[in-house]
């Protein structure tokens, strides 16, 4: 594991079924688990989508191993912002790239 500094508090939260008034499901976000993590812009970028302006941000999150695991059904909130996870990968530690 690299020398890294886990500054910035990240929430992964994960996608759960709750039922609902009707006798259904719904599917909730739901905090998974707190963590400090090593945040690293790694780009952005503005496009013209469906006639609106959108501004696309990226990030490389680096956090320790845990317990819990993190996959394609979960997401990320960072800053007050919602990201979806677009890579994973564990070893000793796990490197996220996300994208909002």
């Known amino acids: 594991m690299r020398a890294t500094t886990y500054n910035r ?3 992964i ?4 079924k709750v039922p609902n008034d009707i006798g259904g499901w719904a599917n ?14 790694t780009g952005g970028l503005k496009r013209l989508e469906y006639g609106r302006l959108g501004f696309v941000e990226s990030y490389e999150i680096e ?3 845990r317990n819990e695991n993190v996959d394609s059904d979960c997401q990320v909130i960072y800053n007050e912002k919602t990201f979806q996870i677009n890579s994973i990968q564990i070893s000793d530690v796990v490197k996220l790239d996300i994208a909002r």
């Open 13 to 16: 939260q994960k996608r759960t």
């Open 63 to 65: 956090m320790r191993r």
């Open 28 to 41: 909730v976000w739901a905090d998974y688990y707190t963590s400090w993590a090593s945040v690293i812009a």
């Open 9 to 11: 508090k990240i929430i």
